[in-house]
């Protein structure tokens, strides 16, 4: 099974190597990758009526996530770049009403373009470690339910189900307010799984340039799901969270 699901492990490694800095290489989180397979095989119930594949991307990513936590490679520095990039688009685009570009926020923020862009570079790989932040936030739900589908029992099942729908709805929402480019790389990154590179030639910009419109558009979703409850712009189809 371990030599079956090999490439697997090293697909999900490329992956997110490719939105971590250049220093943390895909071969450092494949071994985290091996010991989240073997868990998996361990932990597997078929009876959840979940596909083993699935349940395994889970606990492969899982575990290169916590191998990531463990290395401490986020400075305090990055951490405090990102929330300000966070703050600085949730606050223009709610002033303004609209999707704002890079070279407004760079202004805003007293930067050249150039190093605008550089900044989105170094805060990359922060998004990544935000499961740690839904097990906070879930204080009494056992690790091991934050990773199954819950199966058994009628209520349950519907209980998951419109969480399911809601959150859809949410993240719908909140892409609709993305620009052209942030959802044509958010649709083909997670939904079509191509790579960054592909990415690039498809719109036409390097890798790295992709990478930056990426991560801006993960923190203007994140800044949109957090700031739900506090905004009450009536104008906005917001749905309860």
Request: with cysteine; net charge neutral; charged share 30%.
């Given at each position: 099974?371990?030599?079956?699901?090999?490439?697997?492990?090293?697909?999900?490694?490329?992956?997110?190597?490719?939105?971590?800095?250049?220093?943390?290489?895909?071969?450092?989180?494949?071994?985290?990758?091996?010991?989240?397979?073997?868990?998996?095989?361990?932990?597997?119930?078929?009876?959840?009526?979940?596909?083993?594949?699935?349940?395994?991307?889970i606990?492969?990513?899982?575990?290169?996530?916590d191998?990531?936590?463990s290395?401490?490679?986020?400075?305090?520095?990055?951490?405090?770049?990102?929330?300000?990039?966070?703050?600085?688009?949730?606050?223009?685009?709610?002033?303004?009403?609209?999707?704002?570009?890079?070279?407004?926020?760079?202004?805003?923020?007293?930067?050249?373009?150039?190093?605008?862009?550089?900044?989105?570079?170094?805060?990359?790989?922060?998004?990544?470690?935000?499961?740690?932040?839904?097990?906070?936030?879930?204080?009494d739900?056992?690790?091991?339910?934050?990773?199954?589908?819950?199966?058994?029992?009628?209520?349950?099942?519907?209980?998951?189900?419109?969480?399911?729908?809601?959150?859809?709805?949410?993240?719908?929402?909140?892409?609709?307010?993305?620009?052209?480019?942030?959802?044509?790389?958010?649709?083909?990154?997670?939904?079509?799984?191509?790579?960054?590179?592909?990415?690039?030639?498809?719109?036409?910009?390097?890798?790295?340039?992709?990478?930056?419109?990426?991560?801006?558009?993960?923190?203007?979703?994140?800044?949109?799901?957090?700031?739900?409850?506090?905004?009450t712009?009536?104008?906005?189809?917001?749905?309860?969270?």
């Amino acid at each position: 099974m371990i030599l079956k699901y090999t490439p697997l492990i090293k697909y999900i490694a490329q992956r997110l190597a490719m939105r971590l800095p250049p220093h943390i290489a895909a071969e450092d989180l494949i071994g985290a990758g091996v010991i989240g397979l073997m868990d998996a095989l361990d932990k597997f119930d078929p009876s959840k009526k979940v596909k083993f594949k699935t349940y395994a991307e889970i606990r492969i990513k899982g575990a290169m996530l916590d191998e990531l936590r463990s290395l401490d490679w986020v400075s305090r520095s990055v951490r405090q770049k990102s929330a300000q990039l966070e703050k600085t688009l949730h606050l223009m685009e709610k002033k303004k009403g609209r999707a704002v570009e890079d070279e407004e926020v760079a202004q805003e923020m007293g930067l050249s373009l150039d190093d605008y862009y550089s900044m989105l570079n170094d805060v990359r790989g922060v998004m990544l470690l935000d499961m740690e932040r839904l097990r906070k936030k879930s204080p009494d739900l056992p690790e091991d339910e934050l990773f199954e589908i819950p199966m058994e029992g009628e209520e349950n099942q519907l209980h998951y189900f419109f969480n399911q729908m809601e959150l859809r709805d949410v993240l719908a929402w909140a892409i609709k307010e993305l620009t052209p480019n942030e959802k044509t790389v958010i649709s083909l990154y997670y939904f079509e799984q191509l790579t960054l590179k592909e990415i690039g030639e498809v719109l036409g910009y390097t890798e790295s340039r992709i990478c930056q419109i990426h991560t801006k558009a993960i923190l203007k979703l994140r800044s949109k799901l957090k700031n739900l409850k506090k905004d009450t712009n009536p104008k906005v189809f917001v749905p309860h969270i």
